[in-house]
């Protein structure tokens, strides 16, 4: 597969690659640890995968939701519909809001099971009430654990000596494309700068979540 950011049709680089005297046929989307990478990364593949197999879940907690108890529909829960929404979030969570919010809308239907709401009924408290964390509060959560524990991150202060109003912030690399700004690393920076200034410096992610 020929990966092309650019959305610029009949200017892309199209390399012909044989092995054995056979020329390999190029793919518009592949499966790769699980996840659907497409040429534009546009996760259009990997979302429809996500939201069929939460539907799955979805399934089966209403079924569940008919005669067991909120102990064990949560257990379901965190077994059917968890797993799918957090693996690999802080890469395709940087997908377009339209595609995003067909997650979350898939994802809201599952709480309102748990707590046998309608389709119109507001589940805002009800995430609150069951210790759930939202598909956006999850995807900050991920990028920013992330981005504190596993990237090298630069403050103000390794650069300069200077008493400047962010000199305790963290550095954000300069970049010209839209693609880099959604890179998890650099979603990640913003979000810790904006943190507590007791909580930005916590060296323990399992503090941070608390």
Excluded at 46 to 59: D, L, M, P, Q, T
Excluded at 175 to 196: D, K
């Amino acid at each position: 597969m020929n990966f092309c950011l650019r959305q610029q049709p009949g200017q892309e680089l199209r390399p012909t690659v044989m092995v054995d005297d056979v020329f390999l046929e190029e793919a518009e989307s592949v499966k790769f640890l699980g996840m659907y990478l497409d040429r534009g990364l546009t996760w259009d593949d990997h979302i429809e995968s996500i939201c069929s197999k939460v539907a799955s879940g979805i399934y089966v907690l209403r079924n569940l939701a008919k005669f067991c108890f909120m102990d064990v529909l949560k257990m379901a829960y965190f077994g059917l519909i968890h797993p799918r929404l957090t693996y690999g979030l802080r890469l395709w969570g940087s997908c377009s809001k339209y595609k995003f919010e067909r997650v979350f809308r898939s994802q809201k239907k599952a709480v309102r099971i748990l707590s046998k709401l309608n389709s119109r009924e507001s589940c805002k408290e009800t995430f609150r009430e069951l210790g759930l964390l939202t598909l956006p509060c999850l995807y900050i959560l991920e990028v920013t654990l992330y981005c504190r524990f596993k990237c090298e991150l630069l403050q103000g202060r390794d650069v300069h000596q200077y008493g400047t109003r962010g000199r305790d912030s963290f550095r954000i690399e300069q970049h010209r494309t839209t693609a880099f700004e959604h890179l998890p690393s650099q979603v990640g920076v913003r979000l810790i700068n904006r943190l507590p200034e007791g909580i930005k410096q916590l060296n323990d992610p399992n503090k941070i979540k608390a």
